[in-house]
C-alpha cells in the first residue's frame, strides 16, 4: 500500500479498538460495583474468618466514584484486549510471510493465556496469604490503645491492581525471552549463563512490586526463577539452527 493508505488503515484499527474499549467502559462500569466486590472478596473473606464485619471506607466524597472509574478501566482492558490484539495482528499481517505468521501465532497464544496465570496465582494464592499476615497486626485491647484496620477503597485497588498487573506481566518472562531467542538477539547458551544473575534480578524485581513482606515477595520471586528456567527450555526448541561454512 502507499503511505496514505497504511494511515487510513491504522485509524480504523484505532477507531475499532477505541468503540471497543468504550463500550467495554460502559459495561464495567454498569458492574464496577460487581467487580469491586470480587477484587474485594479475598480481604472479606479474612474478615470473616477472624470474626470481624468485611467493610472498606473512604474519606473524600469523591473517592468512591473515582474508584469506581478505576475499577472501570481495570476491566474494560481485561474485556477489550482481545479486540486490539486481533486489530494489531490486522494491520501487521499482511506484511509478514507465512512463515513468520506461523512462528509468531505460539506467542500470540500464549501471551494472555501467561497472563492470566499469573494474574490468577495473585488472586488465589498469594492474596488470601498476603492479607492474613497484614491483619495478623490488629490487636483489641479493652483496656489500652487497639490497633483495627480501616483500608481505604482507592488505597486497595491500587495495591490489587498493581499486584495483579505485576504478576501478570512478569508471567510474560517466557514468550519475551523466547521471542528474543527466536529473532536470534541471544541464545539458550547466554541465558544459562546469566542465570545466577536472573535469580537476583527477581528477588529485586518481587522486592520492588510486591508489598514488603517475606510470604508476598517470594510468591513472585520462586515462579519467577522458576518461568526462567522454563524460558531456557522452551528456546531451545525455537532456537535457530547454525549452519557451519562447510555445510
Known amino acids: ?18 468503540v471497543t474499549f468504550v463500550i467495554a467502559f460502559a459495561i464495567c462500569y454498569h458492574f464496577s460495583g460487581a467487580i469491586y466486590r470480587f477484587l474485594a472478596a479475598p480481604l472479606g473473606e479474612i474478615m470473616r474468618q477472624k470474626g470481624e464485619q468485611p467493610h472498606l471506607i473512604y474519606t473524600a466524597l469523591y473517592e468512591a466514584f473515582f474508584t469506581y472509574i478505576r475499577v472501570a478501566v481495570f476491566g474494560a482492558t481485561f474485556l477489550s484486549f482481545p479486540m486490539i490484539a486481533i486489530q494489531a495482528w490486522i494491520f501487521i499481517a499482511p506484511g509478514l510471510y507465512r512463515s513468520e505468521k506461523r512462528a509468531f501465532a505460539p506467542f500470540l497464544i500464549a501471551t494472555p493465556v501467561l497472563f492470566l496465570v499469573g494474574a ?4 488465589y494464592v498469594v492474596f488470601p496469604f498476603a492479607w492474613s499476615f497484614f491483619l495478623s497486626f490488629q ?26 498487573l505485576a504478576f501478570g506481566i512478569c508471567f510474560e518472562l517466557p514468550v519475551i525471552l523466547t521471542l528474543l531467542v527466536k ?18 534480578c527477581a528477588f529485586a524485581v518481587a522486592a520492588v512490586i510486591a508489598p514488603p513482606d517475606a510470604i508476598t515477595m517470594l510468591s513472585l520471586a520462586i515462579p519467577l526463577v522458576g ?13 535457530p539452527r547454525r549452519i557451519d561454512d562447510e555445510d
Open 183 to 200: 529473532v536470534g538477539i541471544v541464545n539458550t547458551a547466554q541465558l544459562r549463563k546469566f542465570r545466577r544473575y536472573a535469580v537476583v
Open 120 to 123: 490468577a496465582l495473585a488472586y
Open 227 to 239: 518461568l526462567y528456567e522454563v524460558s531456557i527450555l522452551t528456546a531451545r526448541w525455537v532456537e
Open 139 to 164: 490487636t483489641s485491647d479493652s483496656g489500652g490503645m487497639g490497633i483495627e484496620l480501616q483500608a481505604k477503597v482507592s488505597e486497595y485497588l491500587t495495591l490489587v491492581t498493581k499486584m495483579i
Open 1 to 18: 500500500m502507499p503511505l496514505l493508505e497504511h494511515l487510513m488503515e491504522l485509524r480504523r484499527r484505532l477507531i475499532w479498538s477505541i
